[in-house]
């Protein structure tokens, strides 16, 4: 069976991935994860975007211009009930992150439209939640989102989703620039897994099945979503986590679920 255009592998080494809006045939979500050994130092510019660099393990520091952010980052595992720390970066700057020991980053992209400031953003101030019930139960971390006016166009958040449970579910899509039915965001899963031998599954597809697509995720994959409806599920002795990138024309997060499946989330009638 040939593997689904919008699963990207990770790669063994440095980099794990680098999307870019070009290879993914989309307009704003760029996405590159890095892994660091201690003392290696990786050097980009932002340019043109804005840049949301969330550490997913280790400690890093991070120098922006002439400013050093030190410490960022507490975690040895996603997994851990713990936030994690990140930094946003406007356009127009020269960033170095340098890694105190084995470290995990993501750097999150979109466009940078002007007037924005760096800022540390600490786990500790990220608001933490839990969605769904039962066997939909899910954990929430929210990076960057809506309601934070640091960025532009970034959209940030994590979730953490125990074996046996489903994700993103009902199957929910925001890809109509509607608001404030819906808005069009495009959107990277990065996915990890607990123990990291296991395997997730996540479907894209839309109304009309003119997209519609069935991915096997592995530790470190990222599954692209450019339109449609996205669920995951996680099976039996497999937690599994996700850092969501989202980035559109605007910056609110509305969706619309499956009207095939919006019927579980109905207060079920007293007896």
């Given at each position: 069976m040939?593997q689904?255009?919008?699963?990207?592998?990770?790669?063994?080494?440095?980099?794990i991935?680098?999307?870019?809006?070009?290879?993914?045939?989309?307009r704003?979500?760029g996405?590159r994860?890095?892994?660091?050994?201690?003392?290696?130092?990786e050097?980009?510019?932002?340019?043109t975007?804005e840049?949301?660099l969330?550490?997913?393990t280790g400690t890093?520091?991070?120098?922006?211009?002439?400013?050093?952010?030190?410490g960022?980052?507490?975690?040895?595992?996603?997994f851990?009930?713990?936030?994690p720390?990140a930094l946003?970066?406007?356009?127009?700057?020269?960033v170095?992150i340098?890694?105190r020991?084995?470290?995990?980053v993501a750097l999150?992209?979109?466009p940078?439209?002007g007037?924005k400031?760096?800022r540390r953003?600490?786990g500790?101030?990220?608001?933490?939640?839990?969605?769904?019930q039962g066997?939909?139960?899910?954990y929430?971390?929210d990076?960057?989102m809506a309601d934070?006016?640091?960025?532009?166009?970034?959209?940030?958040?994590e979730?953490?989703?125990?074996?046996?449970?489903?994700?993103?579910?009902?199957?929910h899509?925001?890809?109509r620039?509607?608001?404030?039915?819906?808005t069009?965001?495009e959107?990277?899963?990065y996915h990890?897994?607990n123990?990291?031998?296991?395997?997730a599954f996540?479907?894209?597809?839309?109304?009309?099945?003119?997209?519609?697509e069935?991915?096997?995720?592995?530790?470190?994959?990222?599954?692209?979503?450019?339109?449609g409806?996205h669920?995951c599920?996680?099976?039996?002795g497999?937690?599994l986590?996700?850092?969501?990138?989202?980035a559109?024309p605007?910056r609110?997060?509305?969706f619309?679920?499956d009207?095939a499946?919006e019927?579980?989330?109905?207060?079920?009638?007293?007896?």
């Amino acid at each position: 069976m040939p593997q689904s255009p919008l699963l990207v592998k990770a790669a063994a080494g440095r980099q794990i991935c680098d999307i870019t809006p070009e290879s993914a045939g989309w307009r704003h979500v760029g996405f590159r994860a890095l892994r660091l050994e201690a003392g290696e130092s990786e050097s980009l510019e932002t340019g043109t975007r804005e840049l949301c660099l969330v550490v997913l393990t280790g400690t890093v520091d991070v120098q922006v211009g002439g400013t050093t952010h030190a410490g960022l980052g507490s975690r040895e595992s996603v997994f851990e009930e713990k936030s994690p720390d990140a930094l946003y970066v406007p356009g127009g700057e020269t960033v170095v992150i340098t890694a105190r020991g084995a470290a995990e980053v993501a750097l999150c992209t979109a466009p940078y439209d002007g007037g924005k400031s760096v800022r540390r953003i600490d786990g500790s101030s990220m608001r933490r939640s839990v969605r769904g019930q039962g066997s939909n139960t899910r954990y929430v971390c929210d990076v960057l989102m809506a309601d934070d006016p640091t960025a532009d166009h970034l959209l940030v958040t994590e979730v953490i989703t125990p074996g046996g449970h489903s994700s993103s579910y009902p199957p929910h899509k925001h890809d109509r620039d509607m608001p404030p039915e819906e808005t069009l965001l495009e959107e990277t899963y990065y996915h990890r897994l607990n123990p990291p031998q296991g395997f997730a599954f996540q479907r894209v597809y839309t109304d009309d099945r003119s997209l519609d697509e069935a991915c096997v995720v592995e530790d470190h994959d990222v599954v692209m979503v450019p339109r449609g409806y996205h669920p995951c599920v996680a099976p039996h002795g497999y937690d599994l986590y996700y850092l969501n990138v989202m980035a559109g024309p605007g910056r609110a997060w509305h969706f619309r679920n499956d009207p095939a499946h919006e019927w579980m989330l109905q207060t079920p009638p007293k007896p």
